[in-house]
């Protein structure tokens, strides 16, 4: 068994094997016993080996020596990646938790027999990692003809007649050949082609970046746990701390890149998925900016070590690891009751956390004015550093005015309320300003029970977010090593605040714009118990395109036509993929819609038949989108593509349907969980909704919200009207069995 060979240091090879085969046959044996070694005595054997290594890595050999010795490794491990496992993942990760890299203390991966440093091994998986990256495809780019026929099919169902006409001559003009289209089609292909993703970028900044408006309820989404009925503080911080030590599970895996690798589920079912935006949750933040935010990604770093801790209003660095090793649950409780205790000795003087709920370019303005003081950049880089934030919040409060507080009783039911925390805090007389709303995941655990997390989400969709949660949920209570000593523990440090007058204003004015956000948020919570995805699957239907007509037939029922309806969409099968937009306002659908509301004369037959052929539509659409056909990200390639070439924007961009086309009054998304929680969000334009649903097999839960402000919108009636849908559809379906079971 060899580690290490290089002629012209022997002894240090000698010395390195010897320590390797030493613990390795030390560790064999105890795993060959019945009742094996003790934990403390993995975790000697481990720390020996680790220190030993250092000495001789600080030692004074030459620098190119070891890099030529590291080199030698690498490549042996490139030449059998696919060999390569995590031997400690499975066999010894309950004895010790240590982070990868060459700074720091080493676990060992096994290949053929052979030991390997940890820090070597995450070099071999990264570099397997980009090759499985780069094996996937890439994003195609449609036909321009394929696209703007699809454009003018859906934008007939939600402008007049004359608009319809006009927009069409546009289409006409722009699909000329040697016009102006052909030339921006020829761009993208040749970005296409020079790109690992040619969408990306111009898709992150329209979707989410160049966009002003507060991150709070208009772009942050909330997954909200099941409700956990905390009777006192001490539990509140011991389901924090087995939580948080889920987490850090997880984040092991992203940073050896262990992650399984999700695949497809339909239409060339196993093919690999792309799952970037994994590995970016812990090592991302949203910056503002005064034109447009920045995305601050350092996926190369897994050596971050530290959360922040939001309570009181006030802001703590707790670091999670300690001499290289995780901190136990035990440590994690022993810290954040030291944090709770501390935040309860003085109320936040400035709740300065409210500052990035503002509109962004405000944001980023008050954001320079703090950074002009080196106390405040300090405290400013803690959490826009830190692994992720955990908020220790005050109880939920009642969803609506009138409604008793929360009690153990009756707060399992209040559906709403705990969305409504998760989401927003409440307003500044509760948890608002126990934020930070740049940060990519803020992990919320209230008094009274009400968890979940809020997600910044030009980051990652909801999926990674909820793989994460699912495997924090599985692995939580799980304990990885033994605890420490307290006094070995170092004191969580308060981040300070040297606040201007001018600062202390900002705040004030970021405190009225939370409260008056949080004020016009309308949202309701619908559980659909009459059936669930399995009666919709009986009837050969997707769930998917099912629940998506019944939204389009329920906007129409309340506001008498169609409108412009978002779903996201995965392209994950793809090559750095993100989403592209399925829509449901289909001429099929008006069809049947219009023969349901009996505003076309039809036999029940004849709506079946309309039905059957506006689901079919769906799915269609649905399959080409999820295959990189869909028309959003190729429309909006062609205009920026303008911008790039410094062509003027095409006429097709300026003319109002285009915008008609993207004013998403219903954006809605699927979220299939497998733990009991759900997702909510705001919807995305004043007059709109926003609809997240969950098909399970008996049920379907939906999470619906508008604004006051708009008197043409209602959650309640929104949902009201939903659920008559929901029963029409059903006996639609079921008038004639024998149709049914034929189709």
């Known amino acids: 068994m060899t ?58 050999l030459p620098k190119a020596t070891l890099a030529q010795i590291e080199k030698l490794l690498v490549g042996m491990l490139d030449d059998m990646r696919d060999m390569v496992q995590i031997y400690s993942l499975q066999d010894v990760q309950d004895s010790c ?12 991966g096994r290949r053929a027999g052979k030991l390997l440093p940890m820090h070597v091994l995450l070099v071999s998986n990264s570099r397997s990692f980009r090759r499985r990256k780069h094996a996937l495809p890439k994003l ?62 111009y898709w992150l900044n329209d979707m989410y970046l160049n966009i002003p408006l507060p991150l709070m309820i208009n772009s942050n989404p909330a997954a909200v746990f099941p409700y956990q009925n905390f009777t006192s503080r001490r539990e509140q911080i ?48 949203r910056e503002p900016g005064r034109e447009r935010d920045i995305q601050r990604t350092d996926t190369g770093t897994p050596g971050r070590d530290f959360i922040v801790v939001a309570c009181n209003d006030q802001f703590f660095r ?67 550093n830190c692994l992720f934030l955990l908020c220790l919040d005050k109880p939920t409060v009642p969803s609506r005015p009138g409604h008793l507080l ?23 007389g509760h948890n608002s300003a126990n934020r930070w709303m740049d940060k990519t995941v803020q992990v919320i655990v209230s008094e009274d029970g009400t968890c979940g997390i809020n997600m910044e989400h030009s980051v990652a969709e909801g999926i990674a977010l909820g793989h994460m949660i699912e495997h924090a949920f599985k692995t939580m209570g799980k304990e990885h090593g033994s605890s420490h000593e307290a006094f070995s523990l170092p004191q969580p440090k308060r981040l300070e605040w040297n606040l201007s007058s001018q600062s202390v204003l900002d705040i004030q004015e970021a405190m009225s714009t939370v409260d008056n956000l949080v004020n016009d948020f309308d949202l309701s919570i619908f559980k659909f118990d009459r059936y669930g995805r399995e009666f919709i699957k009986h009837q050969n239907m997707s769930p998917d395109a099912f629940i998506q007509l019944a939204l389009q037939l329920t906007y129409y029922k309340i506001h008498g036509c169609l409108t412009s309806t978002y779903e996201s969409a995965s392209v994950r099968r793809y090559r750095q993929g993100r989403v592209d ?11 049947w819609i219009k023969a349901m509301l009996g505003q076309t004369d039809c036999s029940e037959e004849e709506k079946l038949r309309l039905f059957t052929e506006a689901v079919q539509w769906q799915q269609d659409y649905t399959l080409d989108t999820i295959l990189g056909y869909g028309i959003d990200l190729h429309l909006l390639g062609l205009r920026e593509a303008a911008v790039d070439l410094g062509l003027p924007i095409p006429e097709l961009f300026k003319d109002p349907s285009y915008k008609e086309l993207n004013t998403f009054r219903l954006s809605t998304s699927q979220v299939s ?16 909704y926003g609809c997240c649903y969950n098909p399970q097999a008996e049920s379907i839960s939906f999470c619906v919200a508008s604004f006051f402000s708009c008197v043409d919108t209602s959650s309640d009636m929104f949902v009201h009207s939903l659920e008559s849908s929901l029963l029409q559809m059903a006996e639609l379906c079921a008038y004639d069995p024998d149709t049914v079971s034929h189709r």
């Not at 938790?97 to 060992?108: G, H, K, T, V």
């Not at 399984?260 to 935006?277: D, L, T």
């Not at 009751?337 to 944001?363: H, K």
């Open 318 to 384: 707790l670091d999670v690891q300690l001499e290289g090793e995780d901190l136990s649950e035990t440590d994690l409780c022993l810290q954040l009751s030291r944090i709770a205790n501390l935040a309860a000795e003085t109320d936040s003087t400035y709740q300065v956390g409210a500052l990035t709920s503002q509109a962004r370019p405000v944001w980023a303005e008050h954001r320079d004015r703090l950074l002009q003081d080196t106390t405040n950049r300090a405290s400013l880089y803690a959490l826009e």
């Open 238 to 285: 011991r389901f924090a701390a087995k939580f948080v030590r889920g987490m850090l599970d997880f984040k092991y895996l992203t940073d050896t890149r262990t992650l399984p690798v999700e695949r497809c589920k339909y239409k060339e079912k196993g093919q690999p998925m792309c799952m970037e935006q994994h590995y970016r949750l812990f090592s991302s933040y």
């Open 97 to 108: 938790r240590f982070i990868a890299s060459p700074s720091s203390p080493i676990i060992f």
């Open 581 to 591: 937009v399925v829509r449901a306002n289909s001429p099929a659908a008006l069809t």
């Open 406 to 428: 929360p009690t153990p009783s009756n707060m399992s039911e209040d559906m709403a309320a705990r969305t409504h925390h998760i989401l927003h805090g409440q307003g500044m």
């Open 3 to 60: 580690l290490f060979k290089h002629s012209s240091y022997f002894g240090l090879d000698l010395l390195l094997n010897s320590i390797s085969i030493r613990i390795w046959l030390l560790l064999d044996k105890a795993r060959g016993n019945q009742d094996g070694l003790s934990l403390p005595m993995y975790r000697r054997a481990f720390n020996i080996f680790s220190k030993l290594y250092h000495l001789v890595c600080q030692s004074p």
């Open 673 to 688: 969980t497998v733990s009991d929680y759900w997702m909510g969000y705001g919807a995305v334009v004043p007059d709109g």
């Open 140 to 201: 195609p780019l449609p036909e321009l003809q394929s696209t703007l026929d699809k454009y003018l099919c859906l934008i007939r169902t939600v402008v007049s007649p004359a608009e319809y006409a006009r927009t069409k001559r546009i289409v006409e003009h722009f699909l000329k050949p040697g016009g102006q289209g052909h030339q921006l089609q020829e761009y993208l292909l040749h970005r296409q082609k020079g790109t690992d993703n040619w969408a990306n970028h």
